[in-house]
């Protein structure tokens, strides 16, 4: 005859604690505030970096069109480098 060992009941539900490390809440990024006062005077003066990029969060494409649209003066500062398709948003 063989020998039995007991083995313990495996737990159900996944791992207990969760995930450690940094934590993803899923919120979207704060807003500069340099995008509401473009919006608000019409003018951008900052480079162009500083405008919000879709690439950083799902909605800020649109958010980006929005401060675009609003100002009717558009002066470029501190940017080395300005790609083609600026031009056309």
Not at 68 to 80: G, H, M, Q
């Amino acid at each position: 005859f063989s020998k039995l060992t007991a083995m313990p009941p495996k737990k159900k539900g996944g791992k207990k604690g969760g995930k450690k490390g940094k934590k993803d809440d899923g919120s979207e990024p704060a807003h500069d505030v340099s995008w509401e006062r473009a919006v608000d005077t019409g003018v951008w003066d900052r480079p162009v970096v500083d405008l919000p990029d879709a690439n950083t969060w799902p909605t800020w494409g649109a958010l980006r069109e929005r401060v675009l649209t609003a100002c009717k003066e558009i002066k470029i500062v501190s940017t080395a480098s300005l790609r083609d398709a600026f031009c056309t948003e």
